[in-house]
């Protein structure tokens, strides 16, 4: 495989991944003037995991449990 080939592969399976994350019930009322074609574009090289993101995913998920089973909706801090 050439190294076109597989940066094309590469773009194609961020797309993808970026079209799935949005299907996530957080983002059903975000609407998006732009493309996950045009996100990926202009990404960098590098993949950055950052703390907030793990930590904001589990304040959703409680949210998201407390609201299907309308239960409080308690918060630290």
């Known amino acids: 495989m050439s190294f076109l080939e ?3 592969k ?3 399976e961020e797309v993808k991944a970026v079209k799935s994350w949005w299907q996530d ?4 009322y975000t609407k998006r003037p732009f493309t ?4 990926v ?5 590098l993949n950055i ?3 907030s993101n793990a ?7 409680i949210l998201e449990n407390n609201f299907k089973v309308r ?3 308690l918060t630290p801090g």
């Open 6 to 8: 597989n940066e094309d």
């Open 41 to 45: 574009a202009k990404r960098g090289n």
């Open 10 to 12: 590469k773009y194609a």
């Open 36 to 39: 996950a074609e045009q996100i």
């Open 49 to 51: 995991d950052y703390p």
């Open 25 to 28: 019930s957080r983002w059903r």
């Open 55 to 61: 930590q904001s995913r589990k304040l959703w998920g």
């Open 71 to 73: 239960g409080p909706r």
